[in-house]
């Protein structure tokens, strides 16, 4: 198991480096203007279930169709087919363990996790998370197997919304530190209505480039001698830019049109 403040200084240390790099990319094209330094997205680290914040955030639960519900797995563990991953993020995944009610025979209901979505820890020493893109999953009608039920799980990647809260995967046990899976800890799935997330959203989403395609291993990235795929680059970008709303003072108009300009290759 690891040790939760080694597992956070690791990845603080694993942020200041790329996000370092980061601000030289991005402020070297600046013209020097004053609006180059001008906060257009605002912080939100006042609101609820963000930044220190231990509040429960603000947002609208998440609606799912007729027939559909999520259930608990305690004890299925972590699938790494990536055909399960639905990630535009990816400095955790959540489990989402889905169970269609409807008559056997039936069509897939496909359900939406809007982008925007919210988990919330049920840990306050873990972070809240948020997804960046909109995904459309289907869930075939639960069949009986046996005495038990047969379930649709997924993994949802997520963006962090409490930079100095632990990274969720912190404890994880066995094969399962290979991955920055948190399972059992998020059961409370929301729609945020923060306006400044919101306005970041409509920036980064409808990038299809940025779906994560492979995992990144935390046990590997411990080591001394790991050097960060350029392929993770642009995630740690978008989660620097998330914590500056959450956490910090903001983004700046610079920061925006460099951000934009890197999006032009995830289209």
């Known amino acids: 198991m690891y040790n939760w403040m080694n597992s956070l200084l690791f990845f603080s240390s694993l942020f200041i480096l790329l996000s370092c790099k980061g601000d030289t990319e991005e402020t070297e094209p600046f013209p020097g203007t004053d609006d180059d330094y001008k906060i257009v997205i605002e912080t939100s680290r006042e609101q609820s279930g963000i930044g220190e914040s231990d509040a429960y955030p603000l947002g609208q639960p998440l609606k799912l169709p007729e027939g559909i519900r999520l259930v608990q797995r305690r004890y299925h563990k972590f699938d790494p087919d990536i055909s399960k991953l639905y990630a535009h993020t990816n400095f955790f995944y959540v489990d989402v363990n889905l169970v269609n009610d409807r008559m056997p025979g039936t069509p897939p209901v496909i359900v939406e996790f809007p982008a925007g979505l919210v988990v919330v820890s049920m840990d306050h020493d873990k972070q809240n998370g948020i997804s960046i893109e909109k995904f459309l999953v289907p869930v075939p009608p639960t069949e009986r197997i046996g005495s038990g039920r047969d379930t ?116």
């Open 152 to 267: 649709t799980t997924i993994y949802i990647g997520m963006a962090c919304l409490n930079e100095k809260r632990s990274m969720p995967w912190y404890d994880n046990e066995a094969e399962e530190q290979r991955y920055p899976i948190s399972r059992n800890n998020f059961q409370d799935f929301l729609v945020t209505n923060d306006k400044n997330l919101l306005q970041f959203i409509d920036i980064v989403k409808e990038h299809p480039k940025l779906r994560v395609t492979r995992h990144w291993d935390p046990v590997e990235a411990h080591e001394p001698d790991y050097v960060t795929p350029e392929w993770m680059r642009i995630h740690s970008r978008i989660q620097g830019l998330i914590w500056q709303i959450t956490d910090g003072h903001g983004i700046r108009q610079g920061e925006i049109a460099a951000l934009k300009q890197e999006l032009i290759a995830y289209k």
